[in-house]
Nanobody, 126 residues
Framework: QVQLVESGGGLVQAGGSLRLSCAASGRSYAMGWFRQAPGKEREFVAAIVQSTGNTYSADSVKGRFTISRDNAKNTVYLQMNSLKPEDTAVYYC??????????????????????WGQGTQVTVSS
């Protein structure tokens, strides 16, 4: 069982930055960030493989968002820069313990993950 606790969400103006954190209670092969806006399906944002540090991001956030990890703290971060109103959503952290892929690309699907955090709200005003 892996418990995930997100933090760092909030209200920010367009063009601003936020850093989300996700603290995990146990080890996993990979961790990812997803988001869900009102009335929309949950979508992939970024993933990182714990052992290799390999990352993969959605096209919509490439060049603006960066996923990173601190293995000593068992924490994953999502640095979000140049935020846009369309980034407004609840952001969820997820952990995968079922398979050990070296490429983060294979962790871009919802069904790749076994555990989810409670979510943190990010609101970007125009």
């Amino acid at each position: 069982q892996v418990q995930l606790v997100e933090s760092g969400g909030g209200l920010v103006q367009a063009g601003g930055s936020l850093r989300l954190s996700c603290a995990a209670s146990g080890r996993s092969y990979a961790m990812g960030w997803f988001r869900q806006a009102p009335g929309k399906e949950r979508e992939f944002v970024a993933a990182i493989v714990q052992s290799t540090g390999n990352t993969y991001s959605a096209d919509s956030v490439k060049g603006r968002f960066t996923i990173s990890r601190d293995n000593a703290k068992n924490t994953v971060y999502l640095q979000m820069n140049s935020l846009k109103p369309e980034d407004t959503a609840v952001y969820y952290c997820a952990a995968s313990v079922r398979a050990d892929y070296r490429s983060a690309y294979y962790y871009s699907g919802l069904r790749s993950y076994d555990y989810w955090g409670q979510g943190t709200q990010v609101t970007v005003s125009s």
